[in-house]
Structures are given as structure tokens and as C-alpha cells.
């Protein structure tokens, strides 16, 4: 149980392109997500924090009108990177969070590399 | 962002020796949590503490939450092959809007000789 799915896994676009990225939660019904990039050899840095049915929550330095972030469902959030450039390149995961054994845990996706040329 | 003081940054060990690592934070945390990243692949929960003092075993690995609650470690007994990958902290808080986001520690990357 608790799986969390991503898609796509990998993608490639061009500079100035927008690229969607979809996190769903297969077994279980999350109220929150939570949006994370990653560079490489670097540890996670949390993005956002995105709630159903309400406008997510942005961390200091992490620009709104360029990572936008929609959880129309309790299943399912989306991340858009739009007008995506060469510094844009990363992991981006995302997690989902549950009670589970009597508090709540987040669980994550297996993370989407997206690469600007 | 915040990140968390993870150390060591990297260990290079024999098969079936103990490892240690540890994470410290200058402000406190209602949850700790220890994950593993393979890579190219998202983190996978290993243990979560949720009370100060807390000491949490899962099969060979063994982490507890700081009397303080600004630091945790995680112990691996007798290594195999399979715990290489990178090892993070992690710390929550909750606040009255529910549980925040995590804040990461650096990471360990555990590498095993054979």
C-alpha cells in the first residue's frame, strides 16, 4: 500500500517549452502533496505544498507563475514548468501524505528528470 | 531552503561492518525521518520517530530521535551489498495547518567494498 505513481518519468523538451508532471497517489487518498527538486549529487529541496481544492503554498525563492501547481484531485496533483530553461533540468518529485499506523507519513514518487535544451 | 547537518558526507566500508550516521539542526522537529535513495529513483521511508528519546528498530537498522529533538542518527548492523545508495535525514514539523514539508539533510553515500 501507499504507492505513488509519476509521469512521466523522464522528459526532454525545448527551451521556452512548457512540460507537465503528474503525481498520483494509486492506493490512497491525499489531502496534501508536496512538490521537490533535486540537482545532481544534491539533496531534496522542497518547492511547494499543494492542498485539494485550494492554491498550493510556495517556498521562499521558488517562483508561482513558473512552477504551477494544480491538485484538482485527492489522487492526483500536477506540476507545470512553463517557459522551461536550461536551469530548469532536475529531479522533480513529489510526495504524498497519509495516516497511516496512527500518523501522518509521506510517501514518495519515483521522480521525473526533466532536461531543457 | 534549510537543510539539516548530515554527516559523514560519504563512508567507505568493508561488507558486514556497522555504519553510523547522524543529523543535527540548529531549530526542533516534531518528526525525524530516514530515507534511502537508489539512484535515479525517489526516496524510500526507513524509519520514522515521532518522540524525543525515541529508539526505533527495522531488521538491521536502528535510529533514534534526540532528547533535544534537534538531532537523530541511524545505525546499520552487519552491511550487505544491497544497503549502498544514499542514505537522508529528514526533518517535519506540524503546525496548526497540519504536517509541513520535509527539510533534508545532505545526504550519506554509503559505498561497500567487497
Known amino acids: 500500500g501507499a504507492v505513488v505513481s509519476q509521469h512521466p518519468s523522464r522528459v526532454i523538451c525545448k527551451s521556452g517549452t512548457s512540460v507537465k508532471i503528474e503525481c498520483r497517489s494509486l492506493?490512497?487518498?491525499?489531502?496534501?502533496m508536496f512538490w521537490y527538486r533535486q540537482f545532481p549529487k544534491q539533496s531534496l529541496m522542497l518547492m511547494a505544498t499543494?492542498?485539494?481544492?485550494?492554491?498550493?503554498?510556495?517556498e521562499q525563492g521558488v517562483e508561482k507563475d513558473k512552477f504551477l501547481i494544480n491538485h484538482a484531485s485527492l489522487t492526483l496533483s500536477t506540476l507545470t514548468v512553463t517557459s522551461a530553461h536550461p536551469e530548469d533540468s532536475s529531479f522533480y518529485i513529489c510526495?504524498?501524505?497519509?495516516?497511516?499506523?496512527?500518523?501522518?507519513?509521506?510517501?514518495f514518487g519515483p521522480g521525473t528528470r526533466l532536461t531543457v535544451l | 531552503g534549510q537543510q539539516l547537518n548530515q554527516s559523514p558526507q560519504s563512508m567507505f566500508i568493508q561488507e558486514g561492518e556497522d555504519v553510523s550516521m547522524n543529523c543535527t539542526s540548529s531549530s526542533i522537529f516534531n518528526t525525524w525521518l530516514w530515507y534511502k535513495q537508489d539512484p535515479g529513483e525517489g526516496p524510500v521511508l526507513l524509519i520514522a520517530l515521532y518522540k524525543a528519546g525515541e529508539l526505533t528498530s527495522n531488521g538491521r537498522l536502528t535510529a533514534q530521535f534526540g532528547i533535544t529533538r534537534k538531532d537523530s542518527f541511524l545505525n546499520i548492523s552487519a552491511s550487505i551489498p544491497s544497503d549502498v545508495g544514499i542514505y537522508f535525514c529528514?526533518?517535519?514539523?506540524?503546525?496548526?495547518?497540519?504536517?509541513?514539508?520535509?527539510?533534508f539533510g545532505k545526504g550519506t553515500h554509503l559505498i561497500i567494498q567487497p
Open positions: 492506493d490512497f487518498q491525499a489531502t496534501t
Open positions: 499543494s492542498n485539494e481544492g485550494s492554491k498550493a503554498t510556495y
Open positions: 529528514a526533518g517535519q514539523r506540524v503546525s496548526g495547518g497540519g504536517a509541513d514539508g520535509l527539510t
Open positions: 510526495s504524498a501524505e497519509t495516516w497511516r499506523e496512527y500518523t501522518d507519513t509521506q510517501y
